[in-house]
Each structure stands twice: as C-alpha cells, then as structure tokens.
C-alpha cells in the first residue's frame, strides 16, 4: 500500500483478483522510501505523487478487512496465510533462529555459543564488486557478536511484529529479567498511548492502531 498514483478503488480491484486466485499465503506491505536512493529523490521533487498517510491507513485496514473475510489470518505485521500456510523461512527470522544468508547483502546468524551468548550475525557485501571479491579471496564478512541489550531490543520489537506477541517468560529466560525490567518507561508510554497492550505476566502484543505504526513501537525499543 502507499504506492505511487494508487487509489483505495485500486486496492479493492486489487485484493478482488487476489482473492480469486485463492493463494495460501499474501504477504502485503506497505510502501517504505529507503533515503539516498532514486526514488526517495524523486520522492523529495514531488514527482512520485504518493497517496497521503490517512489514506494509506484506509487502505492498508481494508487488505486487513478483505483477507481475513476471505479466511487468511494475519500471524504477521504485513503477511497474511490460511491455516497451517504461515511462512517458515520467515518465522526464523522473528523468532531469532540462526540463518544462513547466502549472495549480496544476505545476513547469516549464528547460535549462541561460548563466549558469544547471545549469538553474532554477518552481513554479506551489498556491492557485487565487493561481494565477488571476498568470495575470491575466501574472506567472510565482519562478524558482529551481539550484545544483550541489543539482542534484549531486537527480541522485543521483533517479537511485536508476531500476532502472539512477546512471551514474557521466554523473554526472562533468555535475559534473566521480564520486559518490563529493562523497558518500563516505553511500555507504559505505549499502553498510555494505545498502541500496545501488556497482558498479567507481562506478555507484551500490538493493538490494531499499533500494527499500523509498527515502525514507530519498534524505535522505543532500539
């Protein structure tokens, strides 16, 4: 949603064809403008004539409305699936499972280990030049071991993104403290601004304005 000239009336014809070729699994998200590139300056002259915010939102509840009329569950902020289709490969990024990322700009995670307790990533070269070349000179990319107050965020704002939510006693198993112990202030901040709910126990979920400003939850946390 969000894309340039597109209208709400496009998106219903849209999702009407969608829904007649009956897929397992829609992913549908919203358009995001990545700065320095072509068309975040083409974004800035004015020449990409983007819908405005309140109608990207319409749009955006009614893929929400249409899918789950037509049976998909929406497990994640911007995928939808039938039961017993929600996407594997994509889970493991979510719930933090190891990953080997191969070609351009692919980022491989590593399980913890001694040393490393929660984990390290690295992240291949996003230049072809670059990439071709470690791969000649068989030289990985930097690794990067996270620290527990990175990896405490990541395990928050990704979790969010799940329809379940953050599992607070998970959460205290891996760091040793619930949620709450080490972000207080953005939690409540959110929950006072209805944007996301904590559950007795502490388990922590989007509520459905939340989900559309999901981006913007998730920087409390980093």
Request: include cysteine; hydrophobic fraction near 40%; aromatic fraction near 8%.
């Amino acid at each position: 949603s969000g894309a340039p000239r597109q209208t709400l009336a496009g998106v219903e014809r849209d999702l009407t064809e969608l829904i007649g070729f009956g897929p397992e699994h829609v992913s549908a998200y919203e358009l995001s403008i990545e700065a320095g590139t072509p068309f975040a300056r083409g974004d800035a002259r004015g020449q990409l004539r983007r819908p405005a915010e309140t109608e990207v939102i319409r749009m955006l509840e009614r893929v929400e409305a249409r899918l789950a009329g037509a049976g998909y569950t929406r497990y994640e902020t911007s995928n939808y699936a039938r039961p017993g289709w929600e996407a594997v490969h994509n889970r493991r990024y979510w719930e933090r499972w190891p990953v080997l990322g191969l070609g351009m700009g692919a980022v491989s995670t590593d399980p913890p280990s001694p040393g490393r307790p929660f984990g390290a990533r690295r992240a291949n070269p996003r230049r072809l030049e670059d990439w071709l070349a470690g791969v000649r000179s068989g030289a990985g990319p930097p690794c990067e071991v996270l620290s527990a107050a990175v990896a405490r965020a990541e395990a928050v704002f990704l979790a969010l993104r799940t329809a379940q939510g953050l599992d607070a006693a998970r959460f205290a198993a891996e760091f040793g403290a619930p949620p709450r112990d080490f972000f207080a202030r953005p939690i409540d901040e959110l929950v006072a601004a209805g944007l996301l709910v904590e559950r007795r126990g502490g388990d922590l979920s989007l509520t459905p304005r939340g989900r559309l400003l999901a981006d913007s939850v998730a920087e409390h946390f980093v």
